[in-house]
Structure formats: structure tokens, C-alpha cells
């Protein structure tokens, strides 16, 4: 009996000096919250406080570069670099703080996202990339709590609604409409028409449905729906489906394989007709696939910002090809670019304001508005929470051999049916 | 009508590939009582190599070194770690599959990265017109080339010594090892098969409409799982039944999806698992599999 006791004391002696020592710990980081201020202090006339060292301003990024959405992960955390590394060598923040960027790779995992934040949010000024939806939708309440500005590289209307987010474009239902509109504009459905929409059932997806019932109710069109998965791979039945409803055109809010998925399906379906993609849909490595004749045939893309080989991304461009002289661009550089554009302006009028300090950079956010990013998004308006930003699309095809392998076919387009568009 | 045939077409198209895959599983649990986990990742290995090697060697060269490669791999992991513990206990050795697919993945997906990678295959986008019903000719050539594999197989199975032995061996590992039979050589065998009908599938898997290979192939290997299972682990009629079975269930609730509303999206993706559990609460050893008796 007495061996047996003395064997059971030894393992939770050993439980209790661990719990023990992480209480300890756990108390003495509480302690140094508490007891230290953060180091607000004053920097000539303009007030720093936390995410700032010296002549330094850090920002966060939570990107992809290992799950689903690495490509575009790369590409958009590139386009950061590359405008950081410039306004770094240029005119600075204030005229004297670079920026440096804390990048940490989520996978796609919300999870994953939701620690990396925790693990920065203490040393950022703010996030100037949050990739993906459900990521940046898990990390709202957590920016609201913490007072911090985020930049998510999603364009849901949920994270519109959030003050903590200034959201680089138009919401996916105001982009969906000006995709519709273009299409009724060029002739290519025409009232009355059904018309497919394949969706994710997410944000995204749901976001982006509003958007097409919202334009079928206003110029008299059906839509049929089909609700997928973001992992699934397989879009023949989905595609069938539509056929057999005699659909004019399909929407797509999807990731790219399932664009490249739906329209090899449409071509074996014998379904000739327009596919139109949000942002997230197209990645130039589709027009490698055996979908490719169809994509250029019939795929037109409806975006936030302009392609990487129109003008107002020519500085972007060379910078890219210097860098990398063998790779090509995909448009989302131009995303990560644009959305450092809208970064720089907050910080930038932040300064002007004479306060650095998170709460100073959100309130610059609204103070901001209209504001304009050189041509590579539309005109912005964070003024108010809940509303789309922009109300401006881009809209492209699929080319092959141009940068980006699209071209731009409407620049700033805000169709009719838009301004009529009040969200729920 | 035709709108059915072709969500039958479409998933009896899907149902044959799983069932290649499935047959990979059985052969392998038949011959050692293993699961393996790491069949998704042979299957990923197999189509890298193949569009990895296809620009430079063609097509019909890429794809029998793919199947080479792929197999020589499985059979190489059957040698270095299971045949080394045999004596461990089977649970173990599933667990270390485990460790071997986290192993293969996380380096394929690496270097496949950010791209849709082709495999080349000659047929490309073309589609076929059977009796009104339109299928793309990779998803056609997949059931033909599937039928084929799978009668050699069986036919293996009845007539050769190997197909003799494995049915021995997992009739009764111990009187088949008392009867003389090499049980390291059928497990060997069993291993290299399987590779190598990873390897096939992979072709037609990445073929139209699917885009081409990415990391997320893996993952569709992975419902052919479901169709091992519920056709009964240690029976090859199981493994094809349960490959149509999942094939054609997932198709015709991806395609009647907007009558099904109720389910929410992208039900067709958690199917195969939800017919594989109604299966087994009916029948627990599966469709075709054999019932475990215990003398009391």
C-alpha cells in the first residue's frame, strides 16, 4: 500500500510543480499587461504607441502561402512587398517610419489564423492582410476588441459591416450585379433569361447571391442555384443540372479549379454560354488546363481592382519583373499592391492627424474617404460601416501570354442596376 | 431522362475510379490486415511524376513511369517499415500509413505549390455523344480501362499462385504460412499492385473536366475509402460495388442538389461517408465482406 502511494505522489508532485510553474507564468504576463503601460509615448508631434520601434512601423499579414488559396496568397503578399519596399526607399510614413511586415502563412486554416493573430496583434500596428473570408470573418471580433485595423483580402459584405476592417473594393453582391450588368449591356443574356449560379455556401458565396437575386429581380431573370462546397471537386453533375434548366449564363463564386471544373463540364454538357467569376475565381495557371478553350471563350472575370497589365499597375509590373524576370504576375499583385496603397493613405492622413497610435489609425480610416489608389481601385469610401466601399468593378478576359493572362475590357464599370442596389 | 443518364454515366465514370482505388486498399488489407492511409498519397505521387516527366518523354513513357515509380514507392515503404514489424500489432502499423501519407503529402504539395500541374493526357477536352448523353472521353476511357484492370485482377486472383496465396493468406495467415506459403512475397506483391493502380487512377482523375493535379487530389482519393468499406475490407466484389455504389450516390446528389436544399451545399461531398455508415449499421462487415465468427 505504502509503495503504491509513494508511486502515485511522485507523478502528481511532478503535475502540481508544472501547473505551478505555468501559473506563474501565466500571472506574470498578466502582470506586465497590467502594470506597464504600452509604450505610448510622443515622437516630435505625432503620438506612437504600440506596433512601433523606433523609425519603424510593423504590420501584419496573415496570408496562404500552403492551402487552397496559396496561389493567390504568393502573388498578393508579393504585391506587398514590392509597395512597401518602394515607399520604404521613397517618401516613408511621416517622412521617417518605414514599414516592416510580419508575414505569417495560415494554410486556409481559420484555426491556424486565429493564433498567428494572437501571436502579433500585440507587436502590429495593424493588419494590412487578412487572406480569406472565413479567416477574416473568425479575426472580427477580435480586431474590434483590440482596437486594431485589418485589410482582409476578401470582400464579403459581413467584414464591410466590421469598423475594424477597411475592405479594398466593392462587396462580392455589388461586383456580382456590375458582372450581370455588363453581360445584359454586351447583349450576351437579355431579360427574362434563367441563369446559373454555382456558390460556395459561405460569405463568399451567399454575399455574392445576394448580389445575382438581387439583379434577376430587377431585370426579370430566374436564377438557378447550385450550393457547393469549397473543396469539391467534381462540378459534371452541377453543370448537368443547369443544362438541363436551359440556363443562358452561369455566375461562378468559387475557387479557381472549380472555374476551370464548371467550364469543362459546360464544354462537355455541349453548354455554350457566358461564365461569369468574381475576383477569387480565375488564376492564370487555369488557361494550362484543358479548360482553357472554353475560358477564353466564353469566361469574363469581375474584379475589385485593375489588371496587372493596364497602366496604373506599370509600376508594379516592371518592379515584379525585375525581381522575377522568369515568373508572370497573376492580378492578384495587384491586389496585395492596391490594398498597401490604402494602408499608406490611412497612415499617411494618421500622421497628419498627429496620432500613430492604433486608435488614431482607425479613426484615419473613415477620415480618409473618398479616397482614390491611383487607378488601381475604384474610388473608396470607408465613411461609413455596413456599406460597400466602392461601387466601381473591373472587368476582364482570360488572354493568354499578357500579364496576368487577361485583359481588361471595362475599367471603373458601375453598371445601372448598382445604383438602385440598397443592402438588407 | 437524359439529364439522369447523365448523372448515372457521370458517377458510374467516378464509380469505377474509386473502385481502382478501393481495389488498392483491399489488396493491400488482404494481404497484411493493413489500412492504408498513405493510398491518397501514392495517388499523388503518381500523377507528379507523371507531369513531371510528360513534357520531355510523352504521354504513354510518363504515365508507365509514373505507374513504375509509384509502385517501386508503395512496394519500398512495405519493405523499409511494415515488413520489418510484422509482428506489430496491425493497429500500429495502420498508424504508421498514417505517418508515411502526412510524410509524402506534405512534400508533394510542396513542390506541386501554387500550380494546376497537367498531366498531358492526349484526349484533352474532347467529349463523347453516347445515346444523347454527353461524357468527356477521359471519363470514358476511365471506365474502360478500370473494367479491364479490374477482370485482370479477378482473374488474377482465381488463377494465379499469387491470387491463390493472397486468398490463403487471408483466409488464415497460419495455416498458410504452415501450407508454405511465402507471406512476405504476397505482401510485397500486394503493396506493388496497389502502387501501381493508384498510379492508373491518378491519370484519369486530373483528366477532364477535373483541371489537373493539385494537392487537393488526395482528398478525392479519400472518398474511395468510404467505398472500400462499405463493400467490405477483404472483398475485391466489395471494393468495385462500393466504388459504383459512392460514384453514382455522389453524382446524383450533386446534381439533384437544388431539390435538396435541406441538406445544404456540397452534401454530395459527405455522402460516400453517410451510405457507408447506413451500409454498415445493416450489414457491420459491409456488402460483400466476410462476417468474423468466434467459436465461444
Known sequence: MRTRRSGLMRPVAAIAAVAALVTAASCSTKGDDEDTPPAENSTGVVRTGAGIEGDVITLGVLTDFTGVNAASGKDVTEGQRIYWDQLNKGEKICGRFTVELDIKDHGYNVQTAVTQYAESSGDVLGFVQVLGSPMATALIPELEKDGLIGIPVAWAKNLAASPGYAVPGPTYDVETINGLDYLLSEGLIKEGDKIGHIFHDSEYGNNALEGSKFFAAQHGLTIAEQRIGAAEPDMTSRVTALAAEGVKAIVLTTQPSQTAGVAAAANGAGLDVPLLGNAPTFFPTLLDTPARDNLIKNFYLVGPNVGVGLPPAADLLKAYKDKFPNVEPSNSVVTGYSSSKIMELILQKACEDGDLTPEGVLAAKAAISPAETDGLTGTLDFSKTGISPSRESFLARPKPGVPGSTEGVEGNYEGPTVAAYVRS | ?296
Open chain 2, 1 to 296: 431522362m437524359t439529364t439522369f443518364l447523365s448523372f448515372l454515366l457521370n458517377g458510374l465514370s467516378l464509380g469505377s475510379l474509386y473502385a481502382l482505388i478501393a481495389l488498392g486498399f483491399v489488396i493491400i488489407y488482404k494481404a497484411s490486415e493493413i489500412l492504408n492511409f498513405a493510398h491518397g498519397a501514392f495517388l499523388l505521387l503518381g500523377a507528379y511524376v507523371i507531369a513531371r516527366v510528360e513534357p520531355s518523354v510523352g504521354f504513354a513513357a510518363a504515365v508507365a513511369i509514373g505507374i513504375a515509380v509509384t509502385a517501386l514507392v508503395a512496394l519500398a515503404s512495405e519493405q523499409i517499415l511494415f515488413s520489418r514489424v510484422r509482428s506489430a500489432h496491425v493497429a500500429s502499423l495502420t498508424i504508421m500509413t498514417l505517418g508515411l501519407d502526412v510524410l509524402i503529402t506534405t512534400d508533394l504539395t510542396r513542390r506541386i505549390g501554387s500550380s494546376v500541374m497537367s498531366l498531358g493526357q492526349p484526349w484533352g477536352a474532347d467529349v463523347v455523344r453516347l445515346g444523347g448523353v454527353n461524357i468527356s472521353e477521359n471519363r470514358l476511357t476511365a471506365i474502360g480501362v478500370a473494367f479491364v484492370l479490374i477482370g485482370l485482377l479477378f482473374a488474377a486472383f482465381r488463377f494465379t499462385s499469387w491470387g491463390v496465396a493472397l486468398r490463403a493468406a487471408a483466409e488464415d495467415p497460419e495455416a498458410a504460412a504452415l501450407m508454405g506459403i511465402r507471406q512476405a512475397r504476397v505482401g510485397a506483391v500486394a503493396w506493388l499492385i496497389a502502387g501501381g493502380l493508384a498510379a492508373v487512377a491518378a491519370v484519369f482523375l486530373t483528366g477532364s473536366p477535373t483541371p489537373g493535379l493539385e494537392p487537393n487530389l488526395r482528398t478525392i482519393a479519400f472518398a474511395a475509402f468510404p467505398a472500400a468499406i462499405l463493400g467490405g475490407l477483404d472483398s475485391t466484389t466489395g471494393a468495385l460495388a462500393g466504388g459504383l455504389i459512392v460514384g453514382v450516390a455522389e453524382s446524383l446528389f450533386a446534381g439533384y442538389s437544388s431539390d435538396l436544399t435541406f441538406l445544404g451545399g456540397g452534401f454530395s461531398v459527405v455522402v460516400p461517408y453517410v451510405v457507408m455508415m447506413l451500409v454498415l449499421v445493416v450489414r457491420p462487415a459491409g456488402l460483400f465482406g466476410t462476417k468474423e465468427l468466434h467459436r465461444v
